[in-house]
């Protein structure tokens, strides 16, 4: 068993309401242990068997009897901490310089394309976003209701499917797999 966290997409921010007891006894009945839920945004820490793509697919699955198509991002504590160090605004987060709710990782299922990461090309927002192996990152001037990066957005133009959490979300959920 290794300690994890899945993220789900657009749970409780995206049309899918979802009661995080449900969520934490079907993560229970595809094989999980010691799972309890962080921020009732489909964020679900626990201990799952070591194959994190069968254990993936299986909470898909289970999710999508009762919810239709939800994705699901697996990642263990250290992929977190990886994120987080790949972070560019991570560190201005930390000095208090910028504001952790503006600062957003896009966890995606895949890398994507060299030829797609080179071809994504900013506004002229003074939002800024970078792309670091299987994360987007995204920092905001403003809310995320004013800026055109959404998650769909990445979606798109990367041709991945991920979901998106902010820098304060991270780090509770880098501290719960621990």
Request: charge should be negative.
């Given at each position: 068993m290794t300690d994890v966290v899945a993220l789900l997409r657009s749970v409780n921010v995206g049309g899918n309401r979802m009661k995080m007891d449900w969520l934490r006894a079907v993560a229970t009945?595809?094989?999980?242990?010691?799972?309890?839920?962080?921020?009732?945004?489909?964020?679900?820490?626990?201990?799952?068997?070591?194959?994190?793509?069968?254990?993936?697919?299986?909470?898909?699955?289970a999710l999508a009897e009762r919810f239709g198509v939800i994705a699901v991002v697996?990642?263990?504590?250290?992929?977190?901490?990886?994120?987080?160090?790949?972070?560019?605004?991570?560190?201005?987060?930390?000095?208090?310089?910028?504001?952790?709710?503006?600062?957003?990782?896009?966890?995606?299922?895949?890398?994507?394309?060299?030829e797609r990461v080179r071809a994504l090309t900013p506004d002229d927002s003074e939002d800024e976003f970078a792309v670091v192996g299987d994360h987007a990152y995204l920092q905001l001037s403003g809310s995320m209701v004013d800026t055109r990066y959404t998650g769909a957005w990445f979606e798109r133009h990367?041709?991945?499917?991920?979901?998106?959490?902010?820098?304060?979300?991270?780090?509770k959920l880098l501290d719960a797999t621990a």
């Open positions: 009945d595809v094989g999980c242990s010691d799972v309890r839920t962080v921020v009732a945004t489909g964020n679900v820490v626990m201990s799952a068997p070591d194959d994190l793509e069968a254990t993936g697919r299986a909470l898909e699955q697996m990642r263990t504590h250290d992929a977190l901490r990886r994120a987080v160090d790949d972070n560019p605004w991570a560190e201005r987060v930390s000095r208090g310089e910028l504001e952790g709710r503006a600062v957003h990782t896009m966890f995606c299922a895949q890398a994507a394309s060299t990367l041709g991945v499917v991920g979901t998106m959490r902010n820098h304060n979300t991270v780090l």
